[in-house]
């Protein structure tokens, strides 16, 4: 069992930056791949980004690439989203998810946070 809890959301101009937290509890974070995925005010979840276990590997939204930076930290049982360059449409609820293996599907993930609101302006 898996318990997240994300924290850093918050208000940003257009081009600033924000970094997301997502804290674990459980013993055995470290054997889970995590993803980060966001949910806009009347449009589906979307991927943004997921790390291997071993944090050897991420992948990314294309959407993202190149201003995002998915890392974790398995000593402190946290993953973090480097947020770089924010546009207006990075504005969503932001949720970070723990899985078997790393995948871009939402139906890969097992445990959820409650999520943390981002808010751009242009």
């Known amino acids: 069992q898996v318990q997240l809890v994300e924290s850093g959301g918050g208000l940003v101009q257009a081009g600033g930056s924000l970094r997301l937290s997502c804290a674990a509890s459980?013993?055995?974070?470290?054997?889970?791949?995590m993803g980060w995925f966001r949910q806009a005010p009347g449009k589906e979840r979307g991927f943004v980004a997921a790390?291997?276990?071993?944090?050897?590997?991420?992948v990314y939204a294309d959407s993202v690439k190149g201003r995002f930076t998915i890392s974790r930290d398995n000593a402190k049982n946290t993953v973090y989203l480097q947020m770089n360059s924010l546009k207006p449409e990075d504005a969503a609820v932001y949720y970070c998810?723990?899985?078997?293996?790393?995948?871009?599907?939402?139906?890969?993930?097992?445990?959820w946070g409650q999520g943390t609101q981002v808010t751009v302006s242009s």
């Open positions: 998810a723990a899985g078997i293996s790393l995948s871009r599907w939402s139906r890969d993930y097992t445990y």
């Open positions: 459980g013993h055995t974070f470290s054997s889970y791949a």
């Open positions: 790390i291997r276990w071993s944090g050897g590997s991420a």
